[in-house]
């Protein structure tokens, strides 16, 4: 089967999540693998989220493909039905084709080339894994608690969340070496309740709540320029052709050079903490001065920035009149000085034509936060063809999801290369 057909396959079976329902889509890895003779099984925390997982090889050495099979819920408003897994005119159309059956397929069309050549010398492991999309826990959490001997591997080749950017016609890609640590936090206001017709017997909740959200709109959150993120920037720059040194006093000049406005605040989000007020409650009747009201912020954090840092900084905006609440899930990062992350990005360099190569910081995250805290180094990839259609950078979690057939054949290229390189001696 060509790699176009089985992500055209993948696409057809709906595992929206929630509620997911990779079940159905797992039996049907199970079936291909089956077929190729390859030792795989499914480990599912409840019945209907089943996880698949394939071995080819033994050895000392292992090397991990992991892909997500959840997909987020496709909306309204298609061309093209999303789950049709349409292929046309050099394209896979459908709810998943970018995020992240593009990875499944092209892992799972790479194990079986790899399973016919004889002499791999260590260990390839293939998890198709489900629940990504809302956290985990039924997918690479589940299976690093209760089957963490299935996983472990020495670094693992995951989904990145940076498609490549194009710069005076030269292709830039990303390996997605790190993740920014997610804080989602509580801002709580108390005040005094009384009738709503003499509302200066009381205290309102909501008017402190409205202060302190003025603030934060205000707060102006110090740059942090990582080494590996001004390196970045700066190549991004000289790629670009201007003469510009960053530091952390240019580096929102260097950012302003971006016209794609994605990228552009992208890139201000790895060089900064990020705060973002985006759920209120407060208040129960017209008549009646609130004494309660709650702010959930959305909070993403730098490695070096911790709890600490985050009520210092929060705590210096919004003064004492509002309470804090921290959650906080720390940053990831895996090195770019180690011989894994040099094989990733010279295979790139190999099956990429001359496309440029580099590591980058997510703003969001997947499923690389849950291994890099077991400690396997995770590399994140989002390989595209020379000439793609750089709409395809918008398309993830969006309608109209597609990919197109080269690019698909080059991620599969990329992986059989990878997994030959590392596992020859
Ligand atoms: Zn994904």
Redesign the pocket.
């Known amino acids: 089967m060509e790699v176009e057909e089985l992500l055209s396959s993948l696409i057809k079976i709906n595992t929206e999540n929630p509620p997911g329902r990779e079940k159905e889509l797992a039996l049907f890895l199970k079936r291909v693998f089956d077929a190729a003779g390859i030792a795989n099984e499914l480990m599912a925390r409840e019945p209907g989220r089943e996880n698949f997982i394939a071995t080819v090889g033994s050895g000392k050495k292992t090397l991990l493909f992991l892909a997500?099979t959840d997909v987020v819920p496709a909306g309204e408003g298609w061309n093209v039905p999303p789950f049709s897994g349409e292929i046309r005119d050099g394209t896979v159309f459908g709810r998943g084709a970018l995020?992240?059956k593009a990875l499944v397929a092209a892992e799972a069309h790479a194990m079986l080339q790899l399973a016919k050549r004889p002499g791999l010398n260590g260990r390839l492991v293939f998890a198709a894994t489900a629940d990504?999309?809302v956290g985990g826990a039924a997918g690479v959490k589940f299976l690093l608690e209760k089957h963490p001997e299935q996983i472990r591997a020495d670094f693992c080749v995951n989904?990145g969340?940076n498609a490549p950017y194009r710069i005076r016609d030269r292709t830039v890609n990303f390996v997605q070496v790190g993740e920014k640590g997610v804080a989602w936090s509580k801002l709580i206001a108390r005040g005094v309740s009384c009738h709503g017709s003499t509302p200066d017997l009381g205290k309102n909740a909501i008017a402190l709540m409205g202060r302190a959200i003025d603030r934060l709109s205000n707060y102006k959150p110090e740059i942090n320029l990582l080494p590996d993120v001004r390196q970045l920037i700066q190549d991004m720059v000289d790629l670009k052709g201007a003469d510009l040194t960053v530091t952390p006093d240019t580096v929102d000049r260097a950012i302003g050079l971006f016209d794609d406005r994605a990228f552009a605040a992208y890139l201000k989000a790895i060089t900064r903490m990020t705060v973002s007020a985006n759920v209120i409650r407060g208040g129960s009747k017209t008549n009646i001065v609130p004494d309660y009201c709650e702010t959930e912020l959305d909070i993403r954090v730098l490695p070096g920035q911790d709890e600490g840092y985050i009520r210092r900084e929060l705590n210096r905006t919004l003064g004492n009149e509002v309470e804090i609440q921290v959650s906080y899930n720390p940053p990831s990062f895996s090195p770019t000085s180690s011989p894994f992350y040099k094989l990733v990005a010279g295979t790139i360099g190999e099956v990429g034509g001359g496309a440029a190569c580099l590591p980058c910081l997510s703003s969001g995250g997947?499923d690389s936060r849950h291994l890099r805290a077991a400690g396997i180094p995770c590399y994140g990839v989002e390989l595209m063809a020379p000439g793609f259609d750089e709409e395809l950078r918008r398309l993830?979690h969006a309608r109209n999801e597609r990919i197109d057939v080269a690019s698909l054949r080059l991620k599969a290229d990329f992986l059989v290369r990878l997994a030959e390189k590392y596992l020859a001696d």
Do not use: L, S, Y
């Open positions: 997500h995020d992240c990504e999309e989904e969340g997947t993830p």
